[in-house]
T-cell receptor, first 115, second 110 residues
Framework: NAGVMQNPRHLVRRRGQEARLRCSPMKGHSHVYWYRQLPEEGLKFMVYLQKENIIDESGMPKERFSAEFPKEGPSILRIQQVVRGDSAAYFC?????????????FGDGTRLSIL | QKEVEQNSGPLSVPEGAIASLNCTYSDRGSQSFFWYRQYSGKSPELIMSIYSNGDKEDGRFTAQLNKASQYVSLLIRDSQPSDSATYLCAVNTGGFKTIFGAGTRLFVKA
């Protein structure tokens, strides 16, 4: 499967725990985006990364949230000390080139549930 | 004013009819426009991309862009029940961020 791969598909955490969401972009894609989606709502941009660099994190909360895209391995979205309000679907997308010139292709998402 | 606006619907059309989905955007400098389809509980799937004024056709789908009026639309001909989904409009202004609308729910009645 050459598509965007996200894991886990479902993640359950208790309040105060850490959540780690992983995303492997499509083969050849070096641009990765993370979005959050609440039920019946649209996609909210969180962060845009290229290999080893965060390009735009304007949509990501300053506290508890972080993202990385190392030279080797998947992109990671990390949520520390999770709270109930973090429950959502988190989608990763990738593109071949920089935003605007190429469409983004989405993974199947990670459904995060906070108990 | 929201950056990308869509009627939330639901838009209900009979099978075989034309479904018309509309989207308006606020940034006049926007350059790239995309339509995604999202089934309930699934990920967004790219249907069409359009970059210049006019119509772009792909099978039963036609995207229409009017930059002067700042709107982009998606027409679905011969609508099928399997087209029932939420359709997301996405706009890129040339910067790093692609803005998604909240989506329009389409229901095609058999």
């Amino acid at each position: 499967n050459a598509g965007v791969m996200q894991n886990p598909r479902h993640l359950v955490r208790r309040r105060g725990q850490e959540a780690r969401l992983r995303c492997s972009p499509m083969k050849g894609h070096s641009h990765v985006y993370w979005y959050r989606q609440l039920p019946e709502e649209g996609l909210k941009f969180m962060v845009y990364l290229q290999k080893e660099n965060i390009i735009d994190e304007s949509g990501m909360p300053k506290e508890r949230f972080s993202a990385e895209f190392p030279k080797e391995g998947p992109s990671i979205l990390r949520i520390q000390q999770v709270v109930r309000g973090d429950s959502a679907a988190y989608f990763c997308a990738s593109s071949l080139a920089s935003p605007g010139s190429e469409p983004q292709h989405f993974g199947d998402g990670t459904r995060l549930s906070i108990l | 004013q929201k950056e990308v606006e869509q009627n939330s619907g639901p838009l209900s059309v009979p099978e075989g009819a034309i479904a018309s989905l509309n989207c308006t955007y606020s940034d006049r400098g926007s350059q790239s426009f995309f339509w995604y389809r999202q089934y309930s509980g699934k990920s967004p799937e790219l249907i069409m991309s359009i970059y210049s004024n006019g119509d772009k056709e792909d099978g039963r789908f036609t995207a229409q862009l009017n930059k002067a009026s700042q709107y982009v639309s998606l027409l679905i001909r011969d609508s099928q029940p399997s087209d029932s989904a939420t359709y997301l409009c996405a706009v890129n202004t040339g910067g790093f961020k692609t803005i998604f609308g909240a989506g329009t729910r389409l229901f095609v009645k058999a």
